[in-house]
Structure formats: C-alpha cells, structure tokens
C-alpha cells in the first residue's frame, strides 16, 4: 500500500466547507484513494473513495490530482458532527482484509 | 439489519486471564478483521479472514488467536493478557469483492491490570 501523508490537525468554521488534503506520491496504477473518519473513539466510518476521477456523494466530494499524487476530502458545509479524525489510504482494495490506518488529520470545527 | 455487532463493550482483565472477544455481522460478508486502537494512534491489524475457515496475520498478531468456522463469527481469543493488551478492539467486515468499503463496530474497551 502507498505511504499517505496527512496534516495533524486543521481547523474549519461551522457551515464553511473544509477541505482535508492528503499526498500519496508513490500511489501505483491500480491503487485508490478511501477515505474513513474515526468520531470520538467510535468505530471508523467509510467516506468515499475513488481511483481517477473526482467523485462525490451525499457526505462528501473527493477531487484526485491528475498526477494521481494528491488528493482532497471536501466536507461542503462543515456542522459540529464533522469534527473526527480523517484518514486517508491508498490501497488496491477497501475491504476489511487489511487497511493500514495512520494518525490521520484531526479536524476541529468551530462553532 | 444490525451490521457489525461486538460484544463485550468493556472488559476488566486481570494479567494472565484469557477471554474471547466476539465480533458478528449480518450483511454476509466475507471479509472480515480485527484492529487495535492505542491512545493517540490509528488502527492496526492484528488478524483477518477473507472466508469461512481462512483466517491471516496481520501487523500485531502476538498473543492473539482467531478462528472463522462461520461466515457471521470472528471471535478474538487472547490467550493470556498481559497490560499491553490493554487497549480498543475494532471488528471490521466487507463484502468480498476487494474494491469495497468496510463496516466497522462500535469497539471493545479492554483494560488488562
């Protein structure tokens, strides 16, 4: 799996969009980006992921370099809920057969 | 439709004592992990199992068993505690395929003294 490297924490004002960037030079052909969130100690939750192309659903968007060697999570409108610890990994599959978690970003939002 | 299901939610080991911490689901996943969480830091993997009766290694195996005899069950066995066991367990599954999300549960608590 790729090395993922993240900022330690960030901070974002409520109903602003917050925009969590992640590098991953060394990402192979076939590899994706997932992203999880990880709230107050709970089990982490799936976000999205992609390979390519920028993709979005109903919690976020994620727009991949055309270089493929970074990447951003887009929360649009930032509420209190969205602070959690998000993670980014760069792997051939997201299946539960072995995701490697870093520390991940902290995201704080400000009311 | 419960998802992933784990059961104890907090446990209180004394060192030497073994347990078993359970971990079901009901979505008919096949793939499915055991994470440990420490203070401050991200998950890692201890064991997975891709299958009924296919079970591997992970990043922190030691002192950690598991089996799968069914596709819903993935008990975590430690076989005797010791206090650097003490941290957050997280069950995970996902469908088979390999380009999929993974369903975490809501974690087990364990404290060894």
């Known amino acids: 799996d790729a090395k993922t490297t993240q900022p330690p924490s960030m901070d974002c004002a409520e109903g602003r969009a917050a925009n969590l960037p992640c590098n991953h030079s060394?990402?192979?052909?076939?590899?994706?980006v997932y992203w999880y969130r990880q709230i107050h100690s709970q089990g982490p939750q799936y976000i999205i992921h992609?390979?390519?192309n920028n993709e979005t659903n109903e919690m976020a968007s994620l727009i991949i370099t055309e270089d493929r060697k970074s990447s951003t999570l887009i929360l649009p409108h930032a509420t209190l809920r969205d602070t959690a610890v998000y993670y980014c990994?760069?792997?051939?599959?997201?299946?539960?057969?072995?995701?490697?978690f870093g520390k991940g970003t902290h995201l704080i939002i400000q009311p | 439709n419960a998802g992933v299901t784990q059961t104890p939610k907090f446990q209180v080991l004394k060192t030497g004592q073994s347990m078993t911490l359970q971990c079901a689901q009901d979505?008919?996943?096949?793939?499915m992990s055991w994470y440990r969480q420490d203070p401050g830091m991200g998950l890692r993997l201890i064991h997975y199992?891709?299958?009924?009766?296919?079970?591997d290694q992970g990043e922190v195996p030691n002192g950690y068993n598991v089996s799968r005899s069914t596709t819903e069950d993935f008990p975590l066995r430690l076989l005797s505690a010791a206090p650097s066991q003490t941290s957050v367990y997280f069950c995970?599954?996902?469908?088979?395929?390999?380009?999929?999300?993974?369903?975490f549960g809501q974690g087990t608590r364990l404290t060894v003294v």
């Open positions: 990994i760069v792997r051939v599959g997201g299946g539960a057969d072995g995701l490697t």
């Open positions: 060394t990402i192979s052909g076939n590899e994706y």
């Open positions: 199992s891709v299958g009924a009766g296919i079970t």
């Open positions: 979505m008919n996943h096949e793939y």
């Open positions: 995970a599954s996902s469908y088979n395929y390999r380009n999929t999300e993974a369903f």
């Open positions: 992609g390979l390519k």
